[in-house]
């Protein structure tokens, strides 16, 4: 994601506390100006969700996870076909 949309913006839209992790969305905009996976760039534009689940250890990230919608990218990309 870093390499093919550089200029990209994350923006937390909700964020929660669960016991010892923290639930986040995100949404990602961004333009599509290098290589994403093996698709050259095409110059356009991106909405996108992401979550990201953190667990907290001794105030520190002791785990990760996330999940961003990649297919989604692909599709308004244009490298597959759309809704």
């Not at 961004?30 to 990201?52: A, E, L, W, Y």
């Not at 961003?68 to 759309?82: L, N, T």
């Amino acid at each position: 994601m870093r390499t093919g949309f550089p200029d990209r913006r994350l923006t937390i839209e909700e964020i929660r506390e669960v016991g010892d992790r923290t639930i986040a969305r995100i949404r990602a905009t961004g333009i599509h100006r290098g290589q994403f996976m093996v698709f050259p760039p095409t110059g356009k534009s991106i909405r996108i969700t992401v979550i990201d689940i953190c667990r907290f250890q001794d105030g520190k990230i002791a785990e990760h996870g996330g999940v961003a919608d990649r297919f989604s990218v692909m599709q308004q990309i244009g490298v597959i076909p759309g809704r």
